[in-house]
């Protein structure tokens, strides 16, 4: 079996590159070929040595995901499904703005934290990606979505690891995949523009921040430990005051100087001015005194049938929202993207087991012609 490259950040390419008998700058070279340009085929590579191309065919190769289907919503949101084997598929999320185009990416093929908000936690854990199947997410839209353009420049500006899967249960291939988003000679995001969103995972959050410190989102959802207990399992491993603490210890090698935490809206459940009031008192306080340096994400729930739950009325948003800003803490109202192609957060691949209704649901959708990158 040869090397997929994609697997690779650079000091891994370099250490393959000097298994073969070459120096780092080839590995550059390598690299820039790949995640700068978007090649796939070594005989394009026109820097590099014949013979180096001619090794290279026999050992490696650069094999991104396989795309079942490309959508495209009216507001500009392109969703790709990919094929990861087995009958998984993963989804991946294009969401432009004026300023900047945000890629949402998975980390897993399902998710074993099983969230009772989320439709990829209602399916279960498949298996995790490698580090090549998430940088190929990266690689495949940046290099489609340059091409349709035919300007060259950069079309992705930020990353956010907030696709199928838990990040931090799948920290192995996650790393390697963010370095090569981070590197100037790959995708030069900035670390304050890729941000991987945990649902509390609190040992790896030390790590990541020790390794590769981005930005951090946490999803918190409920101000106490008895209700997130209920919504997110990983509480009753990781309690509310261990993973504020983890919170701040992540903030010390943090690139931003807040953490943003996500709150799923969900009716009658945690969207009460109580609800409100628990939270500030949880973390609007000083960091000495327990408090988190953050901002507020709330995100209206999207409903799915076997959830048996209810998004909040847009009042109560507003409400909750007002009191938290009113206690001084920045608080946003995540606005929903690409409804129209059930793109928006947390409908991520809804039943990729069961591709016929996939199919069903996006046969009624605008579809794009695929195009290969090379
Ligand atoms: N596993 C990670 C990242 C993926 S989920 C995490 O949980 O943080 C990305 C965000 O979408 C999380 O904040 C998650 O709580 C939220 N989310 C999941 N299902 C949702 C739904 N049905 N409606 C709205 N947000 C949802
Ligand atoms: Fe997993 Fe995140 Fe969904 Fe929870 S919200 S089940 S952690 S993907």
Redesign the pocket.
Known sequence: MTTNLLDFDLDAMAAFCERLGEKRFRATQLFRWIHQRGAADFDQMSDLAKSLREKLKGCAHVTGLQAISEHASADGTVKWLFDVGGGNAVETVFIPEDDRGTLCIS?QAG?A?G?R?????HQGFSRNLTAGEIIAQLWHAEHVLRQRRGDGERVISNVV???????LQNYSALVPALRTMLDDHGYGLSRRRVTV???GVVPMMDRLGADCPVAL???L?APNDDLRDNLVPLNRKYPLHELLAACRRYLEHAPRDFITF?Y?MLDGVNDQPEHARQLIALVGRKAADGGVPCKFNL??????PA?GLRRSPAAAVTAFAKLLSDAGIVTTVRKTRGDDIDA????LAGDVKDRTRVHERMAKLRVIEIKPIN
């Open positions: 980390s998710c934290v969230c908000f989320c439709s990829t936690g690891m907030m696709g199928m899967g838990e990040p969103s945990t649902s989102a946490v999803s959802h996500e799923c995100i209206p729930f999207n409903p799915f959830s928006a957060c947390g409908q």
